[in-house]
Nanobody, 125 residues
Framework: QVQLVESGGGLVQAGDSLRLSCAAS????????MGWFRQAPGKEREFVAG????????FYADSVKGRFTISRDNAKNTVDLQMNKVKPEDTSVYYC??????????????????WGQGTQVTVSS
């Protein structure tokens, strides 16, 4: 059983930076492709960024491309999301997740088997 714990959320102002971290346990982290998703009240969960098991490929939603960076440390079993130049529309609960597809990043949440509890990010204007 894989367990994921997100941290680093908070209240920031538009234009600020924030770094989210996700710590994994209970599995072989270095074999997992990972994703970050977010969900705002009344909206569907949406893909933010993904990274393959070895960090060789990364993918981003158009809305965050150029502002957010996903990275991982397989020695520490962590995957991070560096958020720069945040906007009020980035306000959401952010979740990390383990994909059932180890070699490619998918944007569809139904292909992610394990999820963290989420961390709230609020961006004020």
């Amino acid at each position: 059983q894989v367990q994921l714990v997100e941290s680093g959320g908070g209240l920031v102002q538009a234009g600020d930076s924030l770094r989210l971290s996700c710590a994994a346990s209970g599995g072989t982290f270095s074999t997992y492709t990972m994703g970050w998703f977010r969900q705002a009240p009344g909206k569907e969960r949406e893909f933010v960024a993904g990274i393959t098991y070895n960090g060789g490929s990364t993918f981003y939603a158009d809305s965050v491309k150029g502002r957010f960076t996903i990275s991982r440390d397989n020695a520490k079993n962590t995957v991070d999301l560096q958020m720069n130049k945040v906007k009020p529309e980035d306000t959401s609960v952010y979740y990390c997740a383990v994909s059932v597809r180890p070699l490619t990043v998918t944007r569809l949440p139904q292909f992610y088997a394990y999820w963290g509890q989420g961390t709230q990010v609020t961006v004020s204007s």
